[in-house]
């Protein structure tokens, strides 16, 4: 079974997700945009091993705290797509438009594409690409739980934003409709910020998708 808490980090409330499998206790950390030492205990006191960090996107926010987290641990990187590699290569100059402290850069050690699978011990998340947001942004589905993290492509109301670099608002909605929904009503998802959802529920109410 995959367990999971949401542990919101840095001043814009980011929803990083500690996901572990019960039966090895192997973890995985979706976007740690910070706190690391918040982060890490949160694993201490689960009695928990981190195996690896995975990126849905490149924003400062959800990948703040990568660097420090692989000197700390040395686990791997894994996600988003390749082609957000300009965003993390660019972080110094994110940190300077955000107001952040400094953080360590890194370069993930596999770049995720549609069709991907990862695990989190012996747990397996589906990888689907949904650009828009940021051309690489990547989602990652457990389904055999009916759960999806989807960073910043959709909210509870709401869905990403289109207008930084290589944003696009019609990606962005095909990649929603195309993509995310026909995965079925069913689905709880974890966005990048805010409450928890359904597909479903988004699919009738949402604003944005009608």
């Known amino acids: 079974m995959l367990n999971r808490i949401t542990l919101p980090v840095t001043p814009f409330d980011q929803n990083c997700s500690l996901l ?5 206790n192997k973890a995985a950390l979706i976007d740690p945009g910070g706190e690391t030492e918040r982060l890490l205990a949160a694993i201490a006191e689960r009695g928990l091993t981190l195996e690896s960090i995975l990126l849905t996107h490149g924003h400062l ?3 703040g705290a ?3 987290l692989i000197a700390r641990t040395g686990v791997p990187v894994t996600g988003p797509g390749s082609d957000d590699a ?3 290569e660019g972080l110094p100059q ?3 438009m955000f107001g952040f402290d400094p953080v360590s850069g890194f370069t993930p050690d596999r770049w995720l594409n549609q069709g991907d699978t990862v695990t989190v011990g012996n747990e397996q998340l589906d990888v ?3 650009p828009g947001h940021t051309p690489g942004h990547v989602v990652f589905v457990h389904e055999a739980q009916r ?3 989807v960073g910043d492509v959709l909210f509870n109301g709401g869905v990403g934003r289109s207008d930084f670099p290589r944003g696009d608002h019609a990606t962005l909605i095909n990649a929603i409709t195309h993509t995310l929904l026909p995965l079925g009503d069913d689905i709880t998802f974890v966005p990048g910020h805010g409450p928890e959802s359904t597909f ?3 699919r009738l109410h949402n604003p944005y998708l009608r």
């Open 147 to 149: 759960l999806a993290f």
């Open 128 to 130: 689907h690409h949904c």
């Open 94 to 96: 994110q940190v300077q």
């Open 86 to 88: 300009f965003w993390i």
């Open 66 to 68: 990568t660097g420090e």
């Open 61 to 63: 926010d959800h990948v």
């Open 200 to 202: 479903g529920h988004e």
């Open 20 to 24: 572990w499998c019960s039966e090895t």
